[in-house]
């Protein structure tokens, strides 16, 4: 028994070896160590994440704690200003908050919003865009013209009609409880129709294959096909709208924010933070602003400059 086992961890070693390897050797991975401009934005988007992720072990101070907030250190220039003082070292807003924790905490909130958007918004798309490309004619038509219809309007357009239309739905006694989904929903639906078109072009091509033919033959469920041969064969442009969509999501959450109709002030993001510091820009409290902005730009550069990287990658031609 012993000679089985050794011999069956050392068969998964070496396959988890070669999986590794085949990793390393593959054009992929080989376009990403030729970019240094790729490696830096991936750098710099996995330390938003971690940096995110343990934000609570990290961050000097609980912004969204309001017990901890004196407004006695509102305003607080830099730590290297005059008045700076060293437990603020990006200074703070006009809370007391510590801009330096209100940037981790906010990248988080940020970061959960547009992930948590952007996979609605893939789960809605894709299965719809399957549904109409496999099944076709009047569900397509239906499908495809509802799309067109909302392909006429900007999206930050469509997220606000979503979000005060939701929100007009609750109390608001409880808005600040219903914010971050009613964001969701609101920058998901508006995100959907590129995920479904993508999907739908794909799935009339991959339908006509010999495989789906054979499947059909067979008598597997459609819905079996759909998700099990079809499917995986149109994820590589899913991938990439999904990275881009990621830094608009981000982008698109940052505005609703700005715009108040976002995250509540009490748990700012980035969105909140640029909005709460346009107030005191031009009476020198520039910090409030300026920090917030440049990492949300950073992160969306970042996020981007991926994007790009993999559209190109998966798609030889445009190397």
């Known amino acids: ?184 929903l609101a920058i998901g639906l508006s995100f959907w129709v590129q995920y479904a078109r993508t999907v739908r072009s794909s799935v009339l091509v991959e339908k006509e294959r010999e495989y789906v033919q054979a499947a059909n033959l067979i008598g597997l469920n459609p819905v079996t096909i759909m998700l099990r041969h079809v499917l995986p064969n149109v994820l590589g442009p899913i991938l990439v709208i999904i990275t881009i969509n990621l830094a608009l999501a981000i982008i698109t959450e940052a505005t609703l924010s700005f715009l108040g109709v976002g995250i509540p002030v009490t748990q700012p993001s980035l969105g909140t933070l640029i909005r709460i510091g346009q107030d005191f820009l031009f009476s020198g409290e520039w910090w409030v602003t300026i920090f917030p902005g440049a990492a949300l730009a950073i992160l969306v550069l970042a996020v981007n400059l991926l994007g790009d990287w993999l559209r190109d990658a998966l798609n030889p031609k445009l190397r």
């Open 1 to 184: 028994m012993s000679d089985a086992s050794t011999n069956s961890n050392a068969k998964i070693n070496d396959n988890e070896k070669g999986l590794v390897v085949r990793i390393i050797d593959s054009d992929m991975f080989y376009s990403f160590r030729q970019s240094k401009i790729v490696m830096a934005a991936a750098f710099v988007t996995l330390s938003y994440f971690l940096l995110a992720l343990f934000a609570p072990l990290i961050s000097p101070q609980n912004p969204f704690d309001l017990a901890n907030l004196d407004l006695m250190d509102g305003l607080t220039p830099p730590a290297w200003e005059d008045e700076g003082q060293a437990r603020f070292p990006l200074g703070t807003d006009d809370q007391g908050r510590d801009l330096l924790s209100a940037i981790l905490y906010g990248s988080r909130l940020s970061l959960t919003v547009g992930f948590a958007s952007v996979a609605f918004a893939a789960i809605l798309g894709i299965s719809l865009g399957l549904i109409s490309g496999y099944v076709g004619g009047l569900v397509d038509t239906v499908i495809m013209r509802i799309a067109d219809i909302q392909l006429t309007f900007p999206s930050i357009l469509i997220a606000l009609l979503i979000d005060g239309t939701v929100s007009a739905l609750f109390p608001s006694s409880n808005r600040e409880d219903t914010a971050f989904w009613v964001l969701v």
